[in-house]
């Protein structure tokens, strides 16, 4: 009967012990639950909070997109008081606004093709070590490795550009100067031709001096004190003959972008107002031809011709 007992009380002791076992490892589940839960929970937490703060960083905005056919998309904004200042002198050339404006129907495909095969033809005789490159047919500066060389001195390029190449200049440049007129309410006979005018050519090749480096912010009021009123016309499609390379103005909120297009003309005050850069070339080749205005008829410039190569 003591043996019994015995054996009553140590298989009570076993049971005890294996029900302590198992309630000891259910916990141990209960408590790495919670656990696991709570660590994917501050993982998800994290990642939405990622995906949050890089949107709320991205605060740029498509102004013109490639895909578009625009008749005419401005955006008023308030002129730098420098600017103002400096304008206010020009009788006829103040502006009704500071703005930029966009369209794809003042110049024409062919036209913009013309230029295109223009410039082309002068660049193919030069062209920077580095991704930028330029062609001013006012000066004949062309780029050529790390210097400039004169298009209208060297023997290799003696009429290489005809009458008809500048005829289409010119009118080009007069139906740009009479849509600054309409735009922005001046007198197109206030307003003038001004350097540097130039075609530029864009490829993702690396820097060499710091004329390659076209990237930078910058106002063109700045780098060119005879700027008033600055244009682009682009001469190749952003997305299709080139990546990168978008032209972005720099506003407090919410930068706005323009996709260039073959003919499309982009059109903005030259003071502070109008902050902006050029994105990198990642691949491709991007062609625009820049064609300023001034206010100041000391800073007018006249039509190339060929009177420049007996200069």
């Not at 498509?62 to 895909?67: I, N």
């Not at 490159?133 to 290489?160: C, E, T, W």
């Not at 997305?239 to 706005?256: C, Y």
């Amino acid at each position: 009967m003591t043996e019994l007992k015995r054996r009553n009380k140590k298989s009570i002791s076993n049971e005890k012990k294996d029900n302590d076992s198992i309630n000891t490892k259910e916990k141990s589940k209960l408590s790495n639950l919670p656990l696991r839960v709570l660590s994917r929970v501050v993982v998800i937490f994290s990642l939405l909070t990622i995906v949050y703060f890089s949107s709320k960083n991205d605060k740029t905005i498509t102004f013109a997109r490639q895909s578009d056919i625009l008749a005419g998309k401005g955006q008023i904004i308030d002129c730098s008081e420098k600017y103002l200042k400096e304008i206010n002198k020009y009788e006829g050339c103040f502006p009704k606004e500071c703005k930029r404006f966009v369209t794809d129907k003042v110049i024409s495909e062919s036209e913009s093709l013309e230029l295109l095969q223009i410039a082309k033809k002068g660049l193919k005789y030069g062209r920077s070590s580095g991704g930028a490159s330029i062609l001013d047919l006012h000066s004949g500066a062309l780029s050529k490795g790390q210097h400039f060389v004169n298009i209208y001195k060297r023997d290799d390029m003696k009429n290489l550009f005809t009458e008809t190449d500048f005829n289409v200049f010119k009118v080009v440049k007069e139906k740009i100067k009479f849509a600054i007129a309409h735009h922005f309410g001046v007198l197109p006979s206030k307003i003038y031709l001004t350097h540097p005018t130039f075609f530029s050519e864009i490829n993702p090749k690396n820097a060499v001096t710091i004329h390659d480096e076209y990237w930078h912010p910058h106002v063109d009021k700045e780098t060119y004190k005879s700027f008033h009123y600055t244009t682009l016309l682009y001469l190749s499609d952003y997305s299709k003959d080139f990546k990168g390379g978008r032209f972005v103005f720099v506003d407090e909120n919410h930068n706005k972008t323009v996709e260039p297009r073959l003919a499309r003309l982009s059109i903005f005050t030259s003071g502070a107002e109008n902050l902006h850069y050029v994105e990198k070339v990642t691949s491709g080749t991007r062609y625009a031809m820049t064609i300023s205005f001034t206010c100041d008829k000391n800073y007018a410039i006249e039509d190339p011709s060929t009177k420049k190569y007996s200069n």
